[in-house]
Nanobody, 127 residues
């Protein structure tokens, strides 16, 4: 069993930065494809970014490209989402997911691809 715990959310002004963390226990992140999703009230859960088992491949939704960076620190068994130039539309509950499936299956943008989820962390962006 894998447990994922997010942290790092909070209130930030538009244009500011936050770094979200997703700490894993029960299994090393080097065996999992990992992803970040977000959901705001009244909207469906949205794919944000994904990273392969070894961190060598990443993917982003177009709206965050160039502003967000997903990464893994295998020594700390933690995944990160560095968010810069935040916009009010980035405000949401951000959740991390882990999957046993191969990154190159290409389905990492679907919530159903993931086997494990964290509880989420709130990001609020003031204008």
């Amino acid at each position: 069993q894998v447990q994922l715990v997010e942290s790092g959310g909070g209130l930030v002004q538009a244009g500011g930065s936050l770094r979200l963390s997703c700490a894993a226990s029960g299994r090393t992140l080097s065996t999992l494809t990992m992803g970040w999703f977000r959901q705001s009230p009244g909207k469906e859960r949205e794919f944000v970014a994904a990273i392969s088992w070894n961190g060598g491949s990443t993917s982003y939704v177009d709206s965050v490209k160039g502003r967000f960076t997903i990464s893994k620190d295998l020594a700390k068994n933690t995944m990160y989402l560095q968010m810069t130039s935040l916009k009010p539309e980035d405000a949401a509950v951000y959740s991390c997911g882990g999957s046993w499936k191969a990154y190159y299956s290409g389905a990492y943008n679907l919530a159903t691809y993931y086997d494990y989820w964290g509880q989420g962390t709130q990001v609020t962006v003031s204008s």
